[in-house]
């Protein structure tokens, strides 16, 4: 695929589109993540989960996370300082530098773990399960 829009796509229900429009914010649901690989365990976190598909792929996922989508404006993701994910491959560096100032910090007591497991939540695998759409 490779491709991507201007347009970040938030699906939804009906009942939290109309939430939505109502309140002008997003709502945040909280999605378990599998982060054992850097810290041994699974994490919950907050967030509002887009995609940017450009809408000629779109039908393809449609439904997936439910049947109604609002899309966003690139200049609206930069307005409101809307930090997307950081996709990381399991095996790569990245996670075992996380892994390796996490334990580091852990040892030495400091705040600084505050500031990483504040990284590790903008983080996701590249591939792994979504149980709660049973894919």
Not at 50 to 64: H, I, V, Y
Not at 93 to 119: C, F, Y
Request: charged share 25%; net charge positive; hydrophobic share 35%.
């Amino acid at each position: 695929m490779g491709l991507n829009s201007n347009i970040l796509w938030h699906q939804t229900n009906y009942k939290s589109l109309r939430k939505i429009l109502k309140g002008k914010r997003f709502l945040c649901a909280y999605s378990v993540e599998d982060v054992t690989d850097i810290i041994g365990q699974n994490l919950t976190f907050p967030m509002v989960s887009m995609c940017d598909l450009p809408l000629s792929e779109f039908s393809e996922f449609q439904g997936k996370y439910d049947h109604y989508s609002i899309g966003m404006s690139r200049e609206w993701d930069i307005k409101n300082r809307f930090t997307p994910i950081w996709y990381y491959e399991a095996k790569s560096r990245v996670p075992q530098l996380l892994r390796r100032e996490i334990l580091n910090a852990v040892k030495r007591g400091d705040d600084s773990i505050t500031s990483l497991m504040d990284i590790l939540s903008y983080m996701k695998k590249v591939e792994g399960p979504l149980p709660k759409h049973n894919y």
